[in-house]
Structure formats: structure tokens, C-alpha cells
């Protein structure tokens, strides 16, 4: 399967929408749906299928590993972004080096979860965008030093499409001694993330969006080297070293990045990850990078020729597949478009659209005539 055309028919809901709103909740496929009636089936069928379950989480471990090319060992499975995270700062001590920079375009977990570890000591260190809205690395670097413990540069912001230099602020944070984390949620599925290139120490996402899955299931990648010293205090059964050993005497945690998993997998939603993330790698994220490329240059343009405020960057390089447009009225806009069946979302006063391998130049024609029409709601 490829992309555009030739996967379209895989996701129901282009029969009656133009969806553009993968950034919120990629679209569901037969494929996902099969996957999630097969595990009620096997429930129903023959009660807990505990072994295939555990499976199913090694499955997904594998998959995303494969996708982020990268070695099983160094793969948590995760519950959400919040949980990986929460796992990797209470294995970070914060004692001289107390410090966690974030940028200002992380996705409110992250920034909750630092100023959280103010209980214990941290000091969270906000950097913030230009006047033009980007962040270049130099702003990380000007912020970045041997008290910084922890530096979080989301690889693309959800709420504005910009998209980091992730190389180059991890050179900036490693001449510190930092460690750097990643947030790929914008980005997994949609645009290359090659663990041997990015920089980043830790990359966490998961399966709601561009991987095609539903909630309840993400990942976290730990670098090799990175993990061993890294000891999270919040965990769970999953994260020991012998999992079914059920003993309460000790703490022995995986050696292996799975020390960041928790309890229970999510059972529901890896049956549905494993197989959102199939027609992903069927498709090829570089080709889905490509297309989601030319859809958002054709909307880009489109948008400049209506007189648009793109609140994304112009340099390709430095966005995805997220689009943020500015409105006057963004909740009337987002309401004008959806009755007529485009399916859109919003932040702050930005309309959010967003381009996936399901989409095709007509979806983008279509939401710029209806854009057109609605002139009035565009700043
Ligand atoms: C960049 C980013 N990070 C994290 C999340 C979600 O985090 P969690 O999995 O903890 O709900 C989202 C989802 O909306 C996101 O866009």
C-alpha cells in the first residue's frame, strides 16, 4: 500500500469528510478496526489471552523500534507521553545540576510534569520563541548550563507546526552535560525520526495521531548508555527485570530501557498500535514525509495567494505536516468548516490542519475554496 489514492479507501471516514485533523486523532482504518474486534473476540472466545497480549506489547516495542530505527533494548512502552516522562525525571537526582529547561512549545504535560519536580528541588528554565516564533537553538544554548540537568525541546509544536533543530540544540546541551528530551508526538508517523541522527537523548510519542492508533499507548526510546544510569522511582511491575517473578522484596529494574514501562500493558490499544503502525511502515514514513510535504507546500501556497497569516514557519525544514493558520474568530471558523464537513482544530487563536498519508490535493483545494468563502474569520 502507498500513499494518497492508493490507501484512501483504508479510512472510512473520507466517504462523508475532508479530514484534516490528524494532529488531534489520526483516522481510524478497517485495519485498526479488525485488530481491535479481534482482541474483543479472542476475549470473548477464550477469556484472557494473557500470553498473546504480552505479545502484542513486544509487537508494538519492535515496531516502534523498527520506525525510529533504532534497537528493541532501548524501547519503553509506554501508557502516555505523561507516564514516560513522569518515569524518566524521578530517575533524574537534581541535586547540583537541579535545572530543566523546556521550551515554550511543549505540550502541557511536559511543562507540568518539570515545574512538578519543584517539590524536590528543580528549577524550571523557560525559553522563548523569537519575535518571528521560531526558537533557534541559540536560545536553548543561552539557557543551558552545568546546572542543567534536563533540556525538553519538542521535535514539532503542536500548537504552532514549528518544528526544532533537535541536532543542533542536543550539541549545545551535551557540551553542558544534559541530557535532551524529545517530544516526537507531532512528528512520529509523518516525518523521519532516525535515533543514529536526531540527537536527542530520550524521544517519547505515542499512538493517537500520525501513528494511527488510539489513546492509552506511547513510547519512549532511552539512548544506550543513557538508560543504565538512569534509575526511575516511579515504576511498576512491567518495568522489573523479571516480570513474572511477583516478588515484593526488592526493586530490580529491566536492563534495558523497558525499566521505564509501567504495569498492566494497555491491552485495547496495542492490538489497534501494532496495526495503525503496519500501514505506516507499509506506506514508508520517508514516502509519507514526501507527500505530506508537497500537500502542505500546495497549502502554503494556497494560503499566501487568500492573504493568510501562516503561523507556521516558510522554510519546509522547519515545519511538518502541521499547518497553523491565523483567525479572527478560530472557534467560528473551525465551526463554518466542519458544517461543511472538513474537520479541522484549533489553538489559541490558530486554526490547526494538519496532512497525513490519507490525504490528497483535492482535501487541500477543497479546504482553501472553503477558506476562501469564510475570508471574513482569517487574520
Ligand atoms: C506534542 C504532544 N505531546 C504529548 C501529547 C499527549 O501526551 P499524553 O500521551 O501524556 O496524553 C500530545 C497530544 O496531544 C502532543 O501533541
Given at each position: ?7 484512501r479507501g ?26 481491535v ?6 476475549w ?48 533524574l537526582?537534581?541535586g547540583e545540576?537541579?535545572r ?32 518571528d ?5 541559540e ?23 514549528h518544528?526544532?533543530?533537535v ?18 508526538y507531532?512528528?512520529c ?30 513510547f519512549m526510546?532511552v539512548?544506550?548508555?543513557?538508560w543504565?544510569?538512569l ?63 508537497g500537500l502542505?507546500?500546495?497549502?502554503v501556497?494556497?494560503?499566501?495567494d ?8 516558510r ?16 472557534g ?46 482569517l487574520?
Amino acid at each position: 500500500m502507498s500513499v494518497g489514492h492508493a490507501i484512501r479507501g483504508e479510512f472510512p471516514i473520507f466517504e462523508t469528510a475532508t479530514y484534516f485533523n490528524s494532529c488531534s486523532q489520526g483516522a481510524l482504518s478497517h485495519r485498526v478496526r479488525d485488530a481491535v474486534e479481534g482482541w474483543l473476540a479472542g476475549w470473548d472466545a477464550n477469556g484472557a489471552e494473557w500470553d498473546f497480549w504480552v505479545e502484542r506489547n513486544e509487537a508494538f516495542r519492535s515496531s516502534i523500534a523498527s520506525l525510529l530505527n533504532a534497537e528493541v533494548d532501548d524501547v519503553a512502552v509506554t501508557t502516555s507521553v505523561s507516564q514516560g516522562v513522569s518515569a524518566l525525571v524521578s530517575a533524574l537526582r537534581l541535586g547540583e545540576r537541579n535545572r530543566i529547561v523546556i521550551s515554550e512549545y511543549e505540550f502541557p504535560t511536559v511543562g507540568q510534569i518539570a515545574h512538578a519536580q519543584e517539590l524536590r528541588g528543580a528549577e524550571v528554565v523557560h525559553v522563548r520563541p523569537d519575535d518571528d516564533g521560531s526558537i533557534p537553538p541559540e536560545r536553548f544554548a543561552e539557557s543551558i548550563d552545568e546546572r542543567t540537568a534536563l533540556v525538553c525541546c519538542t521535535t514539532l509544536s503542536y500548537r504552532s507546526g514549528h518544528r526544532h533543530d533537535v541536532a543542533a540544540i542536543a550539541e549545545a546541551a551535551h557540551a553542558k552535560g544534559a541530557l535532551v528530551l524529545a517530544d516526537s508526538y507531532q512528528a512520529c508517523g509523518a516525518i523521519e525520526l532516525d535515533m543514529r541522527s536526531l540527537g536527542a537523548d530520550v524521544v517519547t510519542g505515542g499512538t493517537v495521531k500520525y501513528l494511527l492508533g488510539t489513546a492509552g499507548l506511547g513510547f519512549m526510546w532511552v539512548r544506550p548508555g543513557v538508560w543504565e544510569s538512569l534509575l526511575p522511582t516511579q515504576t511498576g511491575w512491567f518495568a522489573d527485570e523479571d516480570i513474572f517473578a511477583m516478588s515484593i522484596a526488592d526493586y530490580s529494574p529491566s536492563r534495558s530501557a523497558r525499566r521505564f514501562d509501567s504495569g498492566t500493558p494497555p491491552v485495547p490499544a496495542l492490538f489497534a498500535g501494532v496495526a495503525g503502525i503496519s500501514l505506516v511502515a507499509e506506506a514508508g514514513v520517508p514516502a509519507i514525509e514526501r507527500h505530506v510535504r508537497g500537500l502542505v507546500d500546495r497549502m502554503v501556497d494556497g494560503l499566501d495567494d487568500l492573504g493568510a497569516t501562516v503561523a507556521t514557519p516558510r522554510d519546509p525544514a522547519r515545519r511538518g505536516p502541521l499547518v497553523c493558520i491565523r483567525s479572527t474568530d478560530v472557534g467560528a471558523l473551525v465551526a463554518a468548516l466542519a458544517s461543511e464537513r472538513i474537520v479541522v482544530s484549533s489553538r489559541e487563536d490558530k486554526l490547526r490542519v494538519s496532512a497525513h498519508l490519507y490525504n490528497v490535493e483535492e482535501d487541500v483545494d477543497r479546504l482553501l475554496d472553503a477558506l476562501a468563502r469564510h475570508r471574513s474569520l482569517l487574520a
